[in-house]
């Protein structure tokens, strides 16, 4: 594919993408020390968003499974990459101890500034040919449910104005806007950031740069009079090769989830027990008492101030605890700041997954 072509798809899947990217195979990063998500704490929330993401995907959360969900193109793509690899641990299991179905996929590239803010008939009639596979869902089924997600959320514009296009385009179908990161719902977190578009991050500020066409190119196809990026679909830049690394990455990172060397933070929409199984059975035996103690103990020590790499891959961390007084106190905190405790089991495993 060249920077010229469109995706055939909405549905391509990202090993499709990745070949086409691919600077560097998924086994070789598994080798080489983490080099966009650096800091450990950092995976573990990623990893308990995507979970809490699955549980609403698969019905866990609410007892209603979707039947398809469209990733907005292009930062939200890797939390599909998230998604799929942690669907066959994380997701609900049927009767025979089988992960449910994960629902179909689609990816969007609602661009604001290409495809402007209107709902037009004209702009349904194209999401309608471009999105086929929604229109099979209709037919097949009575009153289908689709999540349309965006990686972060700070007004919720974006994704609300995605939500409206498709709910225009498909009238019979219930459309839900949702933000893996909310930052209206979790105010204390990173602000406006995740660590693929970290703008100080120089050498891979690049990492998702899926510009659909340059505004030459897209100019070009205007006067020869075909239908521009209203496509709705993101290009990949093959020259490139941040995302190759991060998708390796997003591999690793589930894998060290299944194999005990980075803490699993469950869903809170799952149920107690369930959350205290699985908090067992991922972190080396630990009751939910000292998990909740070991996750407050790494946000402390390696939790970053927004818009700023205090943990790299040259400073892998953690802060000690005068550091990580001292960053308490730039972010404004008004009362005592207080190291968390950890007990002896916790510390060994802390330890023991080269934490401290």
Not at 44 to 58: E, K, N, V
Not at 93 to 109: C, I, L, M, R, W
Not at 206 to 214: F, N, S
Not at 263 to 291: C, H, T, V
Request: glycine share 6%.
């Amino acid at each position: 594919m060249t920077s010229h072509e469109l995706p055939k798809s909405p549905e391509q899947q990202p090993k499709e993408l990745l070949r086409q990217l691919g600077k560097v195979p998924t086994h070789e990063v598994a080798k080489r020390p983490y080099d966009i998500l650096t800091n450990p704490y950092e995976r573990m929330y990623y990893a308990h968003l995507t979970d809490r993401l699955i549980t609403i995907l698969d019905g866990t959360a609410d007892g209603k499974p979707y039947d398809a969900v469209v990733y907005l193109d292009s930062s939200a793509r890797p939390v599909s990459w998230m998604v799929s690899e942690m669907w066959d641990f994380a997701a609900r299991k049927d009767e025979q101890g089988n992960p449910v179905a994960k629902p179909k996929t689609f990816f969007s590239n609602m661009d604001a500034r290409r495809n402007g803010t209107d709902i037009t008939e004209a702009t349904s009639e194209r999401l309608r040919e471009v999105y086929s596979g929604l229109s099979d869902l209709q037919s097949n089924k009575e009153a289908p449910k689709v999540l349309v997600v965006d990686e972060i959320a700070v007004s919720g514009d974006t994704v609300d104005v995605a939500r409206k296009r498709f709910e225009a385009a498909f009238p019979g179908i219930s459309f839900r806007g949702y933000a893996w990161k909310d930052e209206q719902a979790v105010p204390d977190t990173r602000r406006d950031n995740v660590r693929w578009y970290e703008r100080s991050n120089h050498r891979y500020k690049a990492v998702l740069d899926w510009q659909e066409l340059t505004d030459k190119e897209h100019q070009k196809l205007v006067k020869r009079g075909i239908e521009p990026p209203g496509a709705f679909l993101a290009t990949p830049n093959p020259n490139q090769f941040g995302a190759g690394i991060l998708r390796g990455e997003i591999t690793r990172l589930v894998n060290d989830v299944k194999t005990g060397n980075l803490p699993f933070w469950p869903s809170n929409e799952r149920d107690i027990d369930q959350m205290e199984e699985m908090i067992s059975k991922y972190n080396a035996g630990l009751s939910g008492r000292q998990f909740r103690d070991m996750r407050e103990w790494m946000k402390f020590h390696y939790s970053p101030t927004p818009r700023a790499n205090l943990i790299t891959s040259d400073t892998t961390g953690p802060l000690t605890d005068k550091q990580a007084i001292m960053h308490s106190e730039e972010k404004g905190s008004t009362t005592q700041v207080r190291v968390p405790k950890i007990d002896a089991e916790t510390e060994a495993l802390i330890r023991k997954l080269g934490l401290l």
